[in-house]
């Protein structure tokens, strides 16, 4: 079955830097559009950056120039290196899979969820 195990969150001082990573398995992973996504206390989850092979990838502008999503489709894993960290960035922060994306990703298509991993930001 599809998995997405997040792990790579924690504690951190404004200005920061983290590395999250996303381990998939279970389907295509090089076939798929892969997501982060995050959701704050209070608040609607929201998409931070979605990529597909070929593509490229996409970002919201609170995180633009400050995070960068990659893949290793060897490896079927998904990167997001956070620098510059806000504290507006503590989140749980979910990995997410779109199996058979068609002409690109779509922040609303996913298919799979994984469990998450928290990050806190302080100031």
């Known amino acids: 079955q599809v998995q997405l195990v997040e792990s790579g969150g924690g504690s951190v001082q404004a200005g920061g830097s983290l590395r999250l990573s996303c381990q998939a398995s279970?389907?295509?992973?090089?076939?798929?559009?892969m997501g982060w996504f995050r959701q704050a206390p209070g608040k609607e989850r929201e998409g931070v950056a979605i990529t597909l092979t070929g593509f490229g990838t996409s970002y919201a502008d609170s995180v633009k120039g400050r995070f960068t999503a990659y893949r290793d489709n060897a490896k079927n894993t998904l990167y997001l290196q956070m620098n510059s960290l806000k504290p507006e960035d503590t989140a749980m922060y979910y990995c997410?899979?779109?199996?058979?994306?068609?002409?690109?990703?779509?922040?609303?298509?996913?298919?799979?969820w994984g469990q998450g991993t928290h990050v806190t930001v302080s100031s």
């Open positions: 997410a899979a779109e199996l058979n994306p068609i002409g690109g990703c779509s922040w609303s298509s996913i298919d799979y």
């Open positions: 279970g389907y295509t992973y090089s076939r798929a559009c």
